[in-house]
């Protein structure tokens, strides 16, 4: 199998840690192993990981730490995006995702919109309220992300083995 790299933007660690505690507690509730909550800028990427820590750098020195009100807590019927936090798009989020495409050659693996995945499967009718208290929650919140990182993760890998390998922090300035 060729090892398949992700680009995520991470949250800040008290950011991490609200949000870990929520996927961690959904996870058996939909059936699916926990995984790191994060933002993809793309994912499937089956290129040498020196290549992609390289890119991932780069690009990390290019923008600065972003804060992102939350938008929603929306559902779907895509695994990876059956319960999320939903962020509008930005001017970084696009470049983020502009220079990861450049870089890869491929649209493919982008992420449609900027959004922080809270569990994959398939929400049911029946946690209506929990999406609800989600959104009471969460929606209006402001999030930190302040670094990429560069993972062991696709569609093609099991969830629980999913792992970063490099993270770069975001630069503490806006860019010149």
Do not use: N
Not at 143 to 162: E, G, T, Y
Request: aromatic content about 12%; charged content about 15%; overall charge negative.
């Amino acid at each position: 199998m060729t090892a398949e790299y992700s680009i995520w933007l991470m949250p800040c660690a008290a950011d991490l840690a609200v949000f870990q505690a929520v996927v961690d507690e959904l996870a058996p509730q939909f059936g699916q192993p926990a995984f790191l909550p994060h933002v993809t800028v793309q994912g499937d990427l089956a290129l040498p990981l020196d290549a992609v820590a390289a890119q991932v750098r780069s690009l990390a020195a290019a923008w600065p730490a972003q804060h992102w009100p939350v938008v929603d807590v929306e559902r779907s019927d895509f695994f990876f995006r059956c319960l999320y936090l939903r962020f509008e798009r930005t001017p970084a989020f696009d470049g983020l995702q502009g220079g990861a495409q450049l870089f890869s050659g491929t649209a493919q693996g982008l992420s449609p919109y900027p959004h922080l995945s809270l569990a994959y499967g398939q929400v049911q009718p029946y946690q209506a309220a929990l999406v609800e208290a989600l959104r009471a929650r969460f929606k209006g919140r402001t999030v930190v992300f302040d670094r990429l990182a560069v993972c062991l993760s696709s569609k093609d890998i099991p969830i629980a083995q999913w792992r970063c390998v490099v993270e770069a922090p975001l630069a503490t300035s806006a860019p010149g």
